[in-house]
């Protein structure tokens, strides 16, 4: 594993430094709430647009996200296959009423709707979950400074969440709109640097095609899965389905995206900057899974440590089983010296029967790599250690420091924490304004622009340290891009199904609402445990579709009930 010298050290702290100076310096003049928390309203659509990318984009999508095609391959793509149906949705339903209603907060047309209680359930739900993501969008930068610096988790989720708070609390809506958009441009400009530079790593006799064929015959090709089967996680079906639905209720409920276009300078602008985000959001992720991908095609010819994390690594052989450990490299060596001659077959005799054998190949280094793994729980149980075995979030980080040139290392190290910068911002800004708004001030009564502010920047600095509690035990996860999803897939299908009676079902009152969502987010809790221990097989993304479905028949049958519910409402 390389050591960072001063040329990385510094291309990685001027980036970081120059994107943080500038983000304070627009933070000037925020005096009020309008501009603390909306910005003003005075962004544009590109803004808007790159701001919402960079919010659901963080270090996790360039940690996880190449790390799971390495695994798993282009099928996680479908996962997305739903968000340009759900931006066209947000673009003609939820845009035009927030701006008429004027809110700060999602969740304030929900009290217009139905009640008070209704609107603070929802917005409780949206801090339970979100304040957990903001916990892994701060572990997942520490475990790059974790390989790097050789520094403990636990030590580095605290700086790192600190650096956050400050940054965040200091600045407001406008501050993180306007360096998201910065941030994504140095992460745009990275990755495909990255791409490049693995693409002319390969053998000089493989190209670009040889080495898609190479991913082809291994199986990671394989984007569109059109079955019905639930064993697999991501298919077209569940991409479609609850995709649509967790998109959905992400961007047109979750306040840390709605926050980003309610800053807007219009309800044009607001919109085309969501179908901006619609239009780029699919092949962006494309393109992150490709850039893995091609990693995994470079492994095939250059060798690939056993277990990417090199703490795990280092624990093991200071162990009772480091002989067995070692055993296990001489045979992963073996494989790797008889996969060569396999792929090189495979390529002279271009016939579609060869790749079985590629296939067997990377099925025998899977089980090898598996054994590894349970040898490191062994190891790190025996001396009393949380050391993560699964190794899916260190295999980009690796590549990156053992494969790419000085400067380039620091450049992909700031685009990493670039993405977690600025996701992280925008979810303890959200935490921080739903709670003031939702919460504090609609509970204890009308405050001054400067009191509501200065409880904003509290509530901000609170959730940061509740995030940094989440972070320091966010490494029990077997992947961080799935973890991030699943808990969004536990709470949001519910709160999409509250806005959709909001807006389409106008004989529904607050009460039918407020204890149909109260026994849905019990039932999908429940759902998502017994899919966790196997009694029951019902993959997160299904979540999203079955809670909103769930709400909406609960509330809807509990007002035909009780058809003299007469709670107070507003239609708008």
Not at 87 to 95: G, K, N, P, R, Y
Not at 409 to 425: E, H, P, Q, R, Y
Not at 481 to 496: A, E, K, M
Request: proline share 2%.
């Amino acid at each position: 594993m390389q050591v960072l010298n001063w040329i990385d050290w510094s291309v990685l702290c001027v980036t970081l430094l120059v994107i943080v100076v500038y983000g304070t310096y627009q933070t000037r003049g925020s005096k009020n709430v309008q501009d603390y928390l909306k910005g003003g309203n005075t962004s544009k659509w590109w803004t808007i647009g790159l701001s919402v990318m960079a919010t659901q984009a963080s270090a996790i999508t360039f940690l996880s996200t190449p790390g799971q095609a390495f695994n798993d391959g282009m099928g996680f793509v479908q996962f997305y296959f739903g968000l340009p149906i759900a931006m066209v949705v947000i673009c003609i339903v939820f845009i035009p009423l927030y701006h008429r209603l004027k809110v700060y907060t999602a969740y304030e047309f929900l009290e217009n709707r139905f009640d008070l209680k209704t609107r603070t359930l929802a917005a409780i739900l949206f801090l339970i979950q979100r304040g957990l993501a903001a916990g892994i969008t701060i572990f997942a930068p520490a475990i790059i400074l974790s390989v790097v610096l050789g520094w403990d988790l636990l030590t580095l989720n605290i700086i790192i969440g600190f650096l956050v708070i400050i940054y965040t609390v200091s600045g407001g809506t406008r501050a993180v709109n306007v360096t998201q958009k910065h941030q994504m441009v140095v992460i745009f400009i990275g990755m495909l640097i990255a791409f490049f530079l693995i693409v002319d790593k390969l053998p000089q006799d493989i190209t670009f095609k040889k080495a898609l064929e190479i991913a082809g015959a291994s199986g990671k090709m394989e984007v569109l899965d059109f079955s019905f089967n639930l064993n697999n996680r991501y298919t077209f079906w569940s991409g479609i389905i609850g995709g649509t639905f967790l998109m959905l209720s992400y961007f047109g409920t979750d306040q840390s995206q709605v926050q980003r276009y309610l800053s807007g300078k219009s309800v044009k602008e607001m919109q085309l900057g969501l179908i901006f985000n619609g239009l780029l959001k699919v092949p962006m992720q494309f393109f992150i899974l490709l850039v893995g991908v091609m990693v995994f095609v470079f492994y095939q010819f250059n060798e690939a440590p056993i277990n990417f994390n090199p703490t795990a690594t280092e624990v093991v052989l200071n162990s009772e089983y480091a002989e067995d450990y070692k055993a296990l490299q001489e045979e992963q060596h073996d494989i790797f010296n008889d996969k060569q001659k396999i792929i090189e077959a495979y390529i002279n005799s271009e016939t579609p029967e060869a790749s079985k054998y590629i296939t067997i190949a990377n099925e025998a280094n899977d089980e090898i790599r598996s054994e590894a793994r349970a040898l490191i729980d062994k190891a790190s149980e025996k001396q009393n250690l949380k050391i993560e075995s699964n190794d899916k979030d260190y295999v980009f980080i690796h590549f990156i420091l053992n494969n790419l040139p000085r400067g380039l290392i620091g450049l992909l190290l700031a685009v990493i924490l670039s993405a977690a910068m600025s996701s992280t911002a925008s979810e303890l800004n959200a935490l921080g304004s739903t709670t003031t708004i939702d919460l504090y001030i609609r509970n204890t009564g009308e405050k001054t622009e400067d009191e509501k502010v200065k409880a904003s920047r509290w509530f901000t600095f609170v959730w940061g340290i509740l995030a940094i509690g989440v972070a320091c035990v966010a490494n029990l996860a077997e992947n961080l891009i799935q973890l991030v999803n699943i808990i969004g897939s536990i709470f949001y299908g519910n709160v999409l199904g509250i806005f959709l009676l909001a807006f389409f079902f106008k004989f529904v009152k607050g009460n039918a609402v407020f204890i149909g969502a109260l026994i849905t987010q019990v039932i999908v809790i429940g759902l998502y445990l017994l899919d966790l221990y196997e009694m029951i097989n019902l993959p997160f993304l299904w979540l999203n579709f079955v809670g909103c479905i769930i709400v909406i028949g609960i509330a809807c049958l509990l007002q035909l009930i009780n058809p003299n519910d007469k709670t107070i409402t507003t239609n708008n």
